[in-house]
């Protein structure tokens, strides 16, 4: 059975997968956008629904982000050891 470090280690590497996962998404909604804004006539609704699915990717991207830094600062840094 693997210790809590382990598990908390596994969640973590997990949740950056996560975060590089809605960076793709992200750029995928840019995309979107971008060949729907080529067409003529152009969709302004979808392209409003392409900004809105990224603005809410962005949020969840920087709270993340700040989750995994709160957790990673809250464990400080590992001290040397005085013989070294």
């Known amino acids: 059975m693997k210790n809590g470090n382990q598990k908390t280690g596994q969640l973590l590497d997990s949740a950056v997968d996560l975060m590089f996962e809605i960076h793709l998404m992200r750029g995928d909604c840019c995309l979107a956008a971008r ?29 993340l982000q700040s989750t995994l830094k709160a957790i990673q600062n809250s464990r400080g840094k590992p001290r040397k050891r005085a013989s070294e």
Do not use: G
């Open 35 to 63: 060949s729907i804004s080529a067409k003529t006539p152009i969709d302004e609704a979808a392209i409003e629904e392409c900004a809105r699915l990224e603005e809410s990717l962005a949020k969840v991207y920087r709270n």
